[in-house]
């Protein structure tokens, strides 16, 4: 099974709130992989927006993204590409 | 019969004035029992279960757009957010999982979900941050809850016959959203922050508001006067007639233009019709604050206060959390200004062992006080602010209520001795600008003496008016001799001023006065280049300032420093600023 990982940083100033949690969720949906977050130990499912919001991701966090299945490697580039872009709160 | 006046402090999250009677609406208490039911009942709680989840997606779909067309889109997106999580497959299973394998009732099961949730990110411990994130959550989890109780949608609209100012312990965004804003004249919280729900919505709905006062919801009855002051963060219970006179003609005059005018004045500088130009700077407490204070045109920090860290931990943070809050700080603001004072609390605020409580803690150990006594809190504070400063951006220092040339130089050895040992093994470090608050009159009366050893002043107008009138402006029975235009305040401001101009050191003014409208001619007149006031208020300071020329200010204050009385000058700045913004003040 494909598998891929990458190191993600928090960038936007309100971190995971509510907002950028749904909409983490529902972009790890568009795949047919799982698709989790790392964090302090944790494995948390990129699929639960409420899950999201319970990692208290502030501004600053570093974790990793992983994901396995047939689109393993599209489905960790889209969830950097969201958080990179700050979930499109700021410039 | 006449009740006592009794003032209480809290945060200003909205301004405005109100004056009316209280309606105190309880708290929502979600206490769900444990409870189990019968192998045959498994399936009908699941369905109700069901049911409720659809029922509670309806409720956030018409409050999406109810907030889309009475809040904003910020409103709006509070909810957004609420039916996305409500839709979480997987919160679904989870929920339904649990009644079937355990034969909990849906509302156990539901609560219990929630409440998982909720202490793990409270185990998380980012306190202040964390906060809206767990009311959101409350909030998806009360409405499940309302909803399998077999409670109507209506549930969120708190019902108002009469015109009032609602107290409440906490309101949920969906309840803030639902207020009735031809009947709530005011808001009035325990709990909450400058940045919590309950204030970004009464901010967007123009509700003069005041939260974080703790324990208002029981200090008041409902049926009592108050009078809500959301500039200043002030309520008044039960106010004397001339109290309540003067407040029901502020709060008809008070115009609530801060929304539109916010977006308009954004990028223009605030600066006289002639070209004379200030700068608008903000004061915050929290990192998480910028953001909004840069939305209403600040252009810069001027006070970032630091004393919420050692409060919230009860005790000494570490010199890493400290660096990284302001780092934090720094890193939102870009390259602007940022202006960092070092604690200043009283020890009464700050637990320790063997501490006798003082007498008069106004004139005992705080401020700098403090940290004097403690010198190795504060040179760890200061290695936290070179540690963030390392970091890049424009970062300065800045100790309070210094009281003496002795005091100062006490605090720069300290400073310097941090420094010398940052300096070894690194190249080059730069100095930071180091400044000082002038608040007592012993410093304001010496400012050609501190004015060598400092790079900038900053005026502290609470303190500094407390001191030289010799009233503390909570005790009720005094508090009416708490005047911001005495002349003895005015000339102070005004040597301040002038005797710094010709050091040629900056000064700004971070105390209330400098946030209050009434006061912004006078000091633009006294010479102020530099205005750091509470975010919500910089459009309204902008648009005035714009509205004038220099000279005009000038005159207005040569005016007031020609009057003898405090009153009179209030009544003479009100008229003025009247006269330039009609709508205002």
């Not at chain 2, 509670?56 to 709006?76: M, P, S």
């Not at chain 2, 010198?375 to 602010?385: D, G, N």
């Not at chain 2, 107008?461 to 030289?468: A, E, K, M, S, V």
Request: net charge negative.
């Amino acid at each position: 099974m494909p598998t891929a990982e990458r190191e993600v940083v928090i960038r936007n100033q309100l971190g995971l709130h509510v907002r950028p949690s749904a909409q983490l969720a529902s972009t790890a949906m568009r795949f047919q992989s799982d698709v989790w977050f790392l964090l302090d130990g944790q494995r948390v499912n990129a699929k639960s927006s409420l899950e999201l919001l319970t990692m208290a991701a502030v501004c600053g966090t570093v974790m990793r993204v992983q994901a396995q299945g047939s689109d393993a490697e599209a489905a960790v580039a889209a969830i950097a590409e969201l958080i990179d872009s700050k979930f499109g709160e700021e410039r | 019969m006449a009740e006592t006046m009794r003032i209480r402090e809290g945060v200003a999250a909205s301004l405005g004035f109100a004056i009316g009677p209280a309606l105190v609406v309880g708290r929502e208490e979600s206490a769900v029992l444990q409870r189990q039911v019968a192998d045959g009942e498994v399936a009908g709680e699941v369905a109700r279960f069901e049911q409720a989840c659809a029922a509670a997606e309806a409720d956030i779909a018409r409050l999406c757009e109810d907030a889309g067309r009475r809040g904003g889109k910020d409103v709006k997106s509070i909810f957004e957010g609420h039916f996305a999580h409500l839709r979480d497959p997987f919160m679904r299973q989870e929920i339904a999982g649990s009644i079937r394998r355990y034969r909990r009732s849906a509302e156990y099961a539901v609560s219990r979900y929630f409440r998982q949730k909720i202490r793990k990110i409270e185990e998380e411990g980012h306190a202040p941050f964390m906060a809206r994130i767990v009311e959101d959550i409350a909030d998806i989890e009360r409405r499940l809850l309302r909803h399998l109780a077999g409670g109507q949608s209506a549930g969120d609209a708190i019902r108002l016959d009469d015109k009032v100012v609602l107290v409440a312990h906490n309101l949920s965004p969906a309840q803030t959203l639902a207020l009735d804003r031809d009947r709530v004249l005011g808001l009035l919280t325990d709990a909450g922050g400058s940045t919590s729900h309950t204030a970004l919505i009464a901010r967007a709905f123009g509700i003069p508001a005041v939260v974080g006062l703790g324990t208002i919801s029981s200090d008041v009855t409902s049926g009592d006067l108050v009078v809500v002051n959301g500039n200043q963060g002030l309520v008044i219970i039960n106010p004397d007639a001339d109290t309540a006179r003067r407040y029901q003609a502020m709060a008809r005059n008070f115009y609530i233009v801060e929304r539109r005018r916010a977006s308009e004045l954004r990028n223009l500088p605030a600066e006289t019709k002639d070209g004379y130009r200030v700068e608008m700077l903000a004061n915050i407490e929290l990192p998480e604050e910028i953001p909004s204070a840069l939305e209403h045109g600040a252009e810069g920090v001027g006070l970032f206060r630091t004393e919420f860290l050692y409060l919230r931990e009860q005790h000494e943070p570490s010199e890493e959390e400290q660096a990284r809050q302001v780092r934090d700080a720094a890193d939102r603001l870009a390259q602007r200004k940022l202006v960092v004072r070092t604690i200043d609390i009283g020890m009464d605020k700050l637990p320790a062992e063997g501490w006798i409580p003082e007498r008069n803690p106004f004139l005992g150990t705080r401020a700098i006080r403090l940290s004097l006594q403690h010198p190795e809190m504060l040179k760890t504070q200061i290695r936290a602010i070179y540690q963030a400063a390392s970091g890049g951006g424009d970062i300065r220092l800045m100790f309070p209520m210094i009281s003496s040339l002795e005091e100062l130089r006490e605090a720069k050895r300290l400073h310097e001795e941090v420094t010398a040992s940052l300096g070894r093994g690194r190249s080059a470090r730069r100095q930071l600008p180091l400044g000082i608050m002038v608040e007592v009159p012993s410093a304001a009366l010496t400012v050609d003496l501190l004015a060598p050893e400092v790079d900038f002043f900053s005026i502290g107008t609470n303190d500094l008016i407390q001191y030289t009138v010799a009233v503390d402006r909570v005790n009720e029975r005094v508090a009416d001799l708490y005047q911001p235009t005495h002349p003895a305040v005015l000339r102070l401001l005004r040597d301040i001023l002038a005797v710094a101009g010709r050091a040629g050191k900056p000064v700004s003014i971070c105390g209330e006065m400098s946030s209050d409208l009434q006061f912004t001619l006078l000091l633009l007149g006294l010479g102020l280049k530099e205005f750091s006031v509470v975010p919500p208020a910089i459009p309204d300071i902008k648009r005035l300032i714009r509205s004038v020329t220099y000279d005009e200010a000038k005159q207005v204050a040569e005016r007031a420093l020609q009057m003898s009385d405090a009153r009179s000058i209030a009544a003479f700045l009100r008229e003025r600023t009247h006269q330039i913004l009609p709508e205002m003040g």
